[in-house]
């Protein structure tokens, strides 16, 4: 990742991030800790927002929202899951791993939308497509405890994440546990790319906040997250990023 010289700044100072972009920061002013993180406010408009939420109702209703469980614990999860794309994250007794079906119907994952697989492709310098798009839905009183995503082959590849409906508070701290965290909301249409040491940062949902968004019937919200799980092969051309047109 070579596009986020100075933009972390801009995810700091949560009360200006709804004006316009600031200016580059000066590297000393960044935060010590997830350096390689970009937040591009308002990425999506309403308008591709609702577009999206009309695919994800299609998604869903090929691949149900399932309820995850800690493998220790066998404790659900608050957040509900699905996936598009050839792999798929679960997490069940036997634990945490990537799956070419849904484990309910045992169905192929639908498709990554291609409004998606273009935000990649413009917010990435990663070679190939992702391969997973994990689906969380949170309802109101939804959360995610701190954790890292290790689940991947490869961690060279970034992380994008695409917030739509309520504002999730999100947390992120250091690639150790006991860093410090700082927190900042994430709202509909933001996207999230997490590159370089922040890849491997501790992070989680605080909370959802009540009110802030309209684009859901229930108040809830969804973050979807678009990962590559092994690395590219050079002699495939089916990893190869396709131009699609936005739809
Ligand atoms: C930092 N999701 O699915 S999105 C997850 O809002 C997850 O649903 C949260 O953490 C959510 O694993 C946070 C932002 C995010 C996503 C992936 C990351 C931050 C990340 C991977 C590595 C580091
Ligand atoms: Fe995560």
């Known amino acids: 990742m070579r596009r986020n010289r100075g933009s972390i700044a801009l995810k700091l100072h949560a009360d200006s991030r709804r004006s316009k972009p600031p200016a580059m920061t000066p590297p000393t002013t960044i935060a010590p800790v997830a350096t390689g993180m970009r937040l591009i406010p308002g990425f999506l408009d309403r308008e591709q927002q609702k577009h999206l939420v009309d695919e994800l109702r299609e998604v869903v209703r090929l691949a149900p929202l399932f309820t995850p469980i800690m493998p220790g614990t066998g404790k659900p999860f608050s957040v509900r899951m699905t996936n598009c794309g050839p792999l798929g994250w679960v997490s069940d007794k ?3 791993r990537y ?14 939308p291609d409004i998606l697989l273009n935000a990649w492709a ?27 995503d290790r689940d991947e082959e490869d961690f060279s590849a970034p992380v994008v994440s695409v917030s739509l409906g309520a504002t999730g508070r999100f947390r992120i701290g250091g690639i150790v546990r006991s860093a410090p965290t700082r927190s ?3 709202s509909s249409g933001d996207i999230l790319v997490l590159g370089g040491a922040s890849r491997l940062a501790f992070h989680g949902i605080d909370r959802i906040v009540a009110g802030t968004s309209t684009l859901l019937p229930d108040g809830g919200r969804i973050n979807l997250t678009l990962r590559r799980v092994s690395k590219p092969t050079t002699a495939s051309r089916d990893d190869a990023i396709t131009p699609r047109s936005q739809a």
Not at 99 to 112: D, S
Request: charged content about 10%; glycine content about 6%; aromatic content about 12%.
């Open 122 to 148: 413009a917010l990435t310098d990663y070679p190939a497509a992702p391969q997973a798009c994990l689906v969380n839905y949170y309802g109101p009183a939804a959360r995610m405890g701190m954790h890292q």
């Open 99 to 112: 799956e070419p079906a849904h484990p309910l119907t045992r169905n192929p994952w639908p498709p990554i």
């Open 94 to 96: 036997n634990g945490y």
């Open 184 to 186: 900042f909301p994430l």
